[in-house]
T-cell receptor, first 110, second 119 residues
Framework: RKEVEQDPGPFNVPEGATVAFNCTYS??????FFWYRQDCRKEPKLLMS???SGNEDGRFTAQLNRASQYISLLIRDSKLSDSATYLC???????????FGTGTRLQVFP | GAGVSQTPSNKVTEKGKYVELRCDPI?????LYWYRQSLGQGPEFLIY????????DSGLPNDRFFAVRPEGSVSTLKIQRTERGDSAVYLC?????????????????FGPGTRLTVL
């Protein structure tokens, strides 16, 4: 079983749609949680950190459920520029290495 | 300011050859990481430096892979006797303090990567 699992997609949605991505992680000792965004043939970039209390950044909302070992990302009012791969990332206690899921590909069409 | 830079951007080599990939982190960042990303996969951790020392090399796949950071800044990832399965994008990232700085995980900033193709 992979340490971080995501549905690879692709998710094809029209502009203005709301789309949600989910991710599960296997290590209950996971400490920090993030969503990274990766454009085609580019490097990953931090989109947002994820907290148990939930956090919002504009059209993006992230949520962590430690009991279920589940992380989500909600994108409202999708834009064409949101088309990218969204990577779910965790770290373990006492280590800084990022553990990535395979990524979920989003394609927003006009 | 300048971000993380990596050279070369592309490297094509033949099976069995030796390659070196270079990473220049953001100035002042003490922590440096190497990851490898195969097609359709997320990046996989290889090695992490805190200063000059390798704090965690648990991700290096075998002894053909080696990395150094002699002066605590630039790092070189070295691959001996390359195999076709080594073909991937090699990503470098740096962060301000890393775990040694306490207070949780710093943001890691990634370079554009080196695309390695082994023929």
């Amino acid at each position: 079983r992979k340490e971080v699992e995501q549905d690879p997609g692709p998710f094809n949605v029209p502009e203005g749609a709301t789309v949600a991505f989910n991710c599960t992680y296997s290590n209950s000792a996971s400490q920090s949680f993030f969503w990274y965004r990766q454009d085609c043939r580019k490097e990953p970039k931090l989109l947002m950190s994820v907290y148990s209390s939930g956090n919002e950044d504009g059209r993006f909302t992230a949520q962590l459920n430690r009991a279920s070992q589940y992380i989500s990302l909600l994108i409202r009012d999708s834009k064409l520029s949101d088309s990218a791969t969204y990577l779910c990332v965790v770290t373990w206690r006492d280590t800084d290495k990022l553990i990535f899921g395979t990524g979920t590909r989003l394609q927003v069409f006009p | 300011g300048a971000g993380v830079s990596q050279t070369p951007s592309n490297k094509v080599t033949e099976k069995g050859k030796y390659v070196e990939l270079r990473c220049d982190p953001i100035s002042g960042h003490t922590a440096l990481y190497w990851y490898r990303q195969s097609l359709g996969q997320g990046p996989e951790f290889l090695i992490y430096f805190q200063g000059t020392g390798a704090a965690d090399d648990s991700g290096l796949p075998n002894d053909r892979f080696f990395a150094v950071r002699p002066e605590g800044s630039v790092s070189t990832l070295k691959i001996q006797r390359t195999e076709r399965g080594d073909s991937a994008v090699y990503l470098c990232a740096s962060s301000l303090k890393g775990l040694a700085g306490g207070a949780g995980t710093d943001t890691q900033y990634f370079g554009p990567g080196t695309r390695l193709t082994v023929l």
